[in-house]
């Protein structure tokens, strides 16, 4: 069973920049899988931020993270990664990577649609 483990979080100033890991173990993704960061700030739902397919590397973002944030994966080291850009103190939040087995189409990025998580790293954002 695959295990997901994320970091790279931290305190950064706005306009900063960082990069988020997220390390797969316990399984190798399959060929099909659907892996994703999330983020939850205080008081609000876990929001989908971005996708991508492990095997194609075919990518999808929410709105608000088109042209600051990228995601890559990394096939022979099993690790996800998002390079932010350009914070703002609204992109404070806690981050989760998630993935699940199958991608499906239409894909879906609800939160109830993926199988596995990590246990967060804390993104904050201020001056």
């Known amino acids: 069973q695959v295990q997901l483990v994320d970091s790279g979080g931290g305190l950064v100033q706005p306009g900063g920049s960082l990069r988020l890991s997220c390390v797969a173990s316990g399984a190798t993704f399959s060929a099909d899988t659907m892996a994703a960061w999330f983020r939850q700030a205080p008081g609000k739902e876990r929001e989908f931020v971005a996708a991508?397919?492990?095997?194609?590397?075919?990518?999808y973002y929410n709105e608000f993270a088109k042209g600051r944030f990228i995601i890559s994966r990394d096939n022979a080291k099993n690790t996800m990664y998002l390079q932010m850009i350009n914070l703002k103190p609204e992109d404070t939040a806690v981050y989760y990577c998630?993935?699940?087995?199958?991608?499906?189409?239409?894909?879906?990025?609800?939160?109830?649609?993926?199988?596995?998580w990590g246990q967060g790293t804390q993104v904050t954002v201020s001056s």
């Open positions: 991508i397919k492990w095997s194609a590397g075919g990518t």
């Open positions: 998630a993935a699940r087995p199958t991608s499906g189409w239409p894909p879906s990025f609800d939160v109830s649609s993926f199988t596995t």
